[in-house]
T-cell receptor
Framework: DTEVTQTPKHLVMGMTNKKSLKCEQH?????MYWYKQKAKKPPELMFV???????INESVPSRFSPECPNSSLLNLHLHALQPEDSALYLC???????????????FGPGTRLTVL | TQLLEQSPQFLSIQEGENLTVYCNSS?????LQWYRQEPGEGPVLLVT?????EVKKLKRLTFQFGDARKDSSLHITAAQPGDTGLYLC?????????????FGKGMKLTVNP
């Protein structure tokens, strides 16, 4: 099973809303990632969690707040977003062997976010 | 500065034709991955290449990792309309003491029936 699931598939929110994106994997992977992808662009890394600890934050604005409750789940909490934050948000996971090494990453289907 | 350069960026061909897409860099990668992505969906892993000079085949797709591990190519034989999509190469680098995956801009392929 190489499946990463993401919910919701689509999300429309206003600039004053608070919402959360969810990601789940049951492959026993210990590294999980959030990426942002704008139309016709490649994915851009936002956050990396390794063994449930935040290891990389690519200078992402604080209106995006990641959370890793356990090794299978990864959330992205959204608050006071801007219209330019509209994008496809992708979650990925990898084995994440120690020392941290980029293994093959498996991506979820993404959440299409629209900020009005 | 784009770490991974993909070429061509766009390609529209007829069913049955062959094509090759390239992924080049001046950096050395310990591994390189190829993904295919359809609109509104997440990238789907096609292959990971690790050893310099390695060749991997996946049905009509042939992947090659350069001897110096700085470049890779994807060759598709007898393309089908189902091959249409965005092909992304990605390589792992160490930046600021952390390792992460960086993507090329992708090659948008359209195969016309």
């Amino acid at each position: 099973d190489t499946e990463v699931t993401q919910t919701p598939k689509h999300l429309v929110m206003g600039m004053t809303n608070k919402k959360s994106l969810k990601c789940e994997q049951h492959m026993g992977h210990r590294a999980m990632y959030w990426y942002k992808q704008k139309a016709k662009k490649p994915p851009e890394l936002m956050f990396v969690y390794s063994y449930e600890k935040l290891s990389i934050n690519e200078s992402v604005p604080s209106r995006f707040s990641p959370e890793c409750p356990n090794s299978s789940l990864l959330n992205l909490h959204l608050h006071a977003l801007q219209p330019e934050d509209s994008a496809l948000y992708l979650c990925a996971s990898s084995q994440g062997e120690v020392p941290l090494r980029t293994d093959t990453q498996y991506f979820g289907p993404g959440t299409r976010l629209t900020v009005l | 500065t784009q770490l991974l350069e993909q070429s061509p960026q766009f390609l529209s061909i007829q069913e049955g034709e062959n094509l090759t897409v390239y992924c080049n860099s001046s950096s050395v990668f310990s591994s390189l991955q190829w993904y295919r992505q359809e609109p509104g969906e997440g990238p789907v892993l096609l292959v990971t290449v690790v050893t310099g000079g390695e060749v991997k085949k996946l049905k009509r797709l042939t992947f090659q990792f350069g001897d110096a591990r700085k470049d890779s190519s994807l060759h598709i034989t007898a393309a089908q309309p189902g091959d249409t999509g965005l092909y992304l190469c990605a390589g792992d680098i160490t930046q600021g003491g952390s390792e992460k995956l960086v993507f090329g801009k992708g090659m948008k392929l359209t195969v016309n029936p």
